[in-house]
């Protein structure tokens, strides 16, 4: 059996309604699924569970779910053509950016921004 087909990421959000928001603002994707805790949005090949919070901890029990205010644990990455030129309508759609965009010494031109629950994006240009 081969284990390499992702086929849902599941992110713990604190408010479903301005989660769904900012998702819909931000990457505009097709709305597959929603309910009152969730909304599952479809991106090329893969879909984005929009999950709230307090309905994760029997998904993930004995562990815990993270506070949103506990720090960066997951960087999603998207490849784009134009990092300047997704940075500027990602901005245009009224997204804020943490950094970039910035050449990185491994070949790629990245940005980076996180929704409202602190989950980071990242957008790379594959520098030639």
């Known amino acids: 059996m081969k284990l390499d087909a992702i086929e849902v990421i599941t992110l713990?959000?604190?408010d479903i309604d301005e989660a769904r928001s900012f998702y819909q603002t931000?990457?505009?994707?097709e709305i597959v699924y929603q309910d009152a805790v969730s909304a599952v949005l479809k991106f090329?090949?893969?879909m984005v569970n929009l999950l709230k919070s307090t309905e994760a901890p029997e998904l993930v029990a004995?562990?815990?779910?993270?506070k949103s205010s506990?720090?960066?644990?997951v960087l999603l990455t998207i490849k784009v053509d134009d990092t300047?030129?997704?940075c500027a309508e990602l901005q245009r759609r009224g997204v804020t950016l943490l950094n970039g965009p910035v050449d990185r010494p491994w070949g790629r031109r990245t940005a980076a921004f996180a929704d409202p629950s602190g989950?980071?994006?990242e957008i790379a240009q594959?520098?030639?």
């Open 70 to 73: 506990s720090g960066s644990r």
């Open 12 to 14: 713990f959000v604190d």
């Open 44 to 46: 090329a090949g893969t």
């Open 62 to 66: 004995p562990s815990i779910v993270a």
């Open 26 to 29: 931000a990457f505009a994707p």
């Open 84 to 86: 300047d030129g997704a």
């Open 119 to 121: 989950h980071v994006w």
């Open 126 to 128: 594959e520098l030639s």
